[in-house]
């Protein structure tokens, strides 16, 4: 019997969208943004808020992290979180 997921999928969901914007406005040369309005005022568009989104998602996934292992002190809690986010990427660097 599976476990029942404790991610949010709507969480989840909002960063993928923060995601595809980013990568979305970086599609956009300045060439591309001086020849077409549209380009412009798209490039203009995502640029006023991807960054918060993302920065207000990684916000609330700290938040809720550290809700769900709030009997860990302090230590142990950046011990826990360095060996989940470093392990991987040194194993992959």
């Not at 949010?8 to 943004?33: P, Q």
Request: glycine share 6%; charged share 15%; proline share 2%.
């Amino acid at each position: 019997m599976t476990q029942p997921s404790k991610r949010l999928d709507y969480i989840d969901a909002a960063k993928g969208i923060g995601l595809l914007l980013v990568i979305y406005g970086h599609t956009f040369r300045t060439s591309m943004r001086e020849a077409y309005a549209w380009c412009d005022f798209s490039y203009q568009f995502v640029y006023r808020f991807h960054v918060s989104l993302l920065f207000l998602l990684s916000g609330m996934g700290y938040t809720l992290t550290a809700q769900r292992n709030h009997s860990l002190s302090a230590g142990q809690f950046l011990r826990k979180k360095a060996h989940s986010l470093l392990l991987p990427w040194a194993s992959y660097a």
